[in-house]
């Protein structure tokens, strides 16, 4: 494992694992969300991303964190590991709340600068529906993955167990 990704819904611990597996292994940590977000959630350009993120996985060694659907495909392409947190929409939900209910107004270390936790309703929509837009079509690309290690955790105590393993 040199170039991981973490995808899955909000709220299901992608940045944490990333975090503890960077701890784990000595590999980089990057969470697309710093790249994506300049301060007061004012999202860069396209081109801009894709330029960062390009450059993060370009490199030889890297976890990288967040979906960004978009360009998925070239994260995929580029990786040696998938990790998939494909966790029910509850438990998603739920994570999503405990975060905001311990860091609401802070900046988290996975966010970009300038950009406190907030109670977001569009983007509790977009937990609640992941799982009905998104699962089907993260199989089918992680389907096509032949040259990656494919890894689906379901719930949180199988990520704990995955850990415990390494």
């Not at 709220?11 to 694992?17: E, P, Q, V």
């Not at 860069?44 to 993060?56: G, M, T």
């Not at 569009?122 to 890894?151: G, P, T």
């Not at 199988?158 to 393993?165: E, G, I, P, S, T």
Request: proline share 3%.
């Amino acid at each position: 494992m040199e170039r991981i990704i973490i995808i899955g819904c909000g709220g299901s611990g992608k940045s944490t694992l990333a975090r503890k597996l960077g701890e784990l292994t000595g590999l980089p940590v990057v969470h697309l969300d710093q790249i994506f977000w300049k301060p007061g959630w004012v999202s860069i350009s396209q081109e801009e991303f894709d330029v960062l993120h390009r450059e993060a996985i370009g490199k030889e060694r890297w976890i990288v964190d967040g979906n960004f659907d978009r360009t998925l495909p070239e994260r995929i392409s580029r990786c040696d590991t998938v990790i998939y947190l494909d966790f029910r929409r509850f438990a998603c939900l739920m994570g999503v709340l405990k975060r905001i209910a311990t860091t609401y107004g802070k900046v988290r270390p996975d966010m970009g600068a300038g950009c406190p936790e907030r109670l977001d309703g569009e983007f509790l929509r977009w937990v609640w529906n992941f799982n009905k837009n998104k699962r089907e079509k993260n199989y089918r690309l992680l389907k096509d993955a032949h040259h990656a290690e494919i890894i689906i955790l379901k719930n949180r105590r199988a990520v704990n167990q995955f850990l415990k393993r390494l």
